[in-house]
């Protein structure tokens, strides 16, 4: 999965739930400009999101939507909601004896009539069924509300739990963090010890060599002290 690819390269060393020293003075101004330092220094290389399908722009797109964005986009005026569908013009004054115009205008009061009529009859189908259809209505968004609301509990949940499991993990590895650090300090300090234990061994090794060259230099001399021409010669005899 690229997703699973893209976060196996982010490398994190920090353990929030364990690690110390976050209020400090001063750490929060450090770590606000290293990130400012990071994001100036940052190139993206490559699209992060090309894992990810193409979005689907005209998905929901119909005609009068995509009008209206093209108004948006030029700036243009919202055109006012047109009410001569609803007026009863007469004739114009210069077709007054005209069988059409006055044919048109009779059609045009029919029409405007039925739709009150219809309008009419819609109300009172209201009056009659439209409570229950209401109810109706009511009872499945208040389930649907429910149901949303299960859900976001459930997502609540795990997001506890996730935040749980990984405090737990957190501080065992703190834990085991710390312990190694005791670990190598003692082995460090024990490490000094000995080398210092060594130093001085070889220390007094060197005292002892130099002290026994001494003595073996002196023995050598007074060896050939004893062993020199004058020391052997005899004394002449005393003469009575």
Same mark, same amino acid.
């Given at each position: 999965?690229?997703q699973?690819?893209?976060?196996?390269?982010?490398?994190?060393?920090?353990?929030?739930?364990?690690?110390?020293?976050?209020?400090?003075?001063?750490?929060?101004?450090?770590?606000?400009?290293?990130?400012?330092?990071?994001?100036?220094?940052?190139?993206?290389?490559?699209?992060?999101?090309?894992?990810?399908?193409?979005?689907?722009?005209?998905?929901?797109?119909?005609?009068?939507?995509?009008?209206?964005?093209?108004?948006?986009?030029?700036?243009?005026?919202?055109?006012?909601?047109?009410?001569?569908?609803?007026?009863?013009?007469?004739?114009?004054?210069?077709q007054?004896?005209?069988?059409?115009?006055?044919?048109?205008?009779?059609?045009?009061?029919?029409?405007?009539?039925?739709?009150?009529?219809?309008?009419?009859?819609n109300?009172?189908?209201?009056? =009659?069924?439209?409570?229950?259809?209401?109810?109706?209505?009511? $009872?499945?968004?208040?389930?649907?509300?429910? &149901? /949303? !609301?299960? *859900?976001?509990?459930?997502?609540?949940?795990?997001?506890?739990?996730?935040?749980?499991?990984?405090?737990?993990?957190?501080?065992?590895?703190?834990?085991?963090?710390?312990?190694?650090?005791?670990?190598?300090?003692?082995?460090?300090?024990?490490?000094?010890?000995?080398? =210092?234990?060594?130093?001085?061994?070889?220390?007094?090794i060197? $005292?002892?060599?130099?002290?026994?060259?001494? &003595? /073996? !230099?002196? *023995?050598q001399?007074?060896?050939?002290?004893?062993?020199?021409?004058?020391?052997?010669?005899?004394?002449?005899?005393?003469?009575?």
């Amino acid at each position: 999965c690229p997703q699973k690819k893209m976060a196996g390269e982010v490398s994190l060393d920090a353990l929030p739930y364990f690690d110390q020293g976050y209020e400090d003075p001063g750490v929060r101004e450090e770590a606000a400009r290293l990130v400012e330092e990071e994001t100036r220094r940052y190139r993206p290389t490559r699209n992060y999101l090309e894992y990810l399908p193409p979005v689907p722009e005209d998905a929901f797109m119909t005609q009068v939507l995509r009008a209206e964005h093209e108004r948006m986009t030029f700036r243009q005026p919202l055109e006012l909601l047109s009410m001569k569908r609803y007026e009863l013009p007469p004739p114009p004054a210069g077709q007054k004896n005209d069988l059409k115009a006055w044919t048109d205008s009779i059609n045009n009061s029919s029409a405007q009539l039925e739709h009150q009529g219809t309008r009419i009859m819609n109300l009172d189908l209201m009056a =009659r069924f439209g409570g229950n259809s209401w109810q109706v209505h009511n $009872e499945f968004l208040h389930k649907m509300i429910e &149901q /949303q !609301q299960r *859900q976001l509990q459930s997502l609540r949940m795990q997001i506890q739990e996730i935040n749980w499991q990984r405090k737990s993990e957190q501080m065992k590895a703190g834990a085991e963090i710390h312990q190694l650090e005791n670990t190598w300090f003692t082995l460090v300090s024990k490490n000094f010890e000995i080398e =210092r234990a060594i130093a001085e061994l070889q220390r007094q090794i060197r $005292e002892v060599s130099q002290a026994g060259e001494q &003595q /073996q !230099q002196q *023995q050598q001399q007074e060896v050939d002290e004893a062993d020199s021409p004058e020391n052997d010669t005899e004394q002449p005899a005393e003469t009575e």
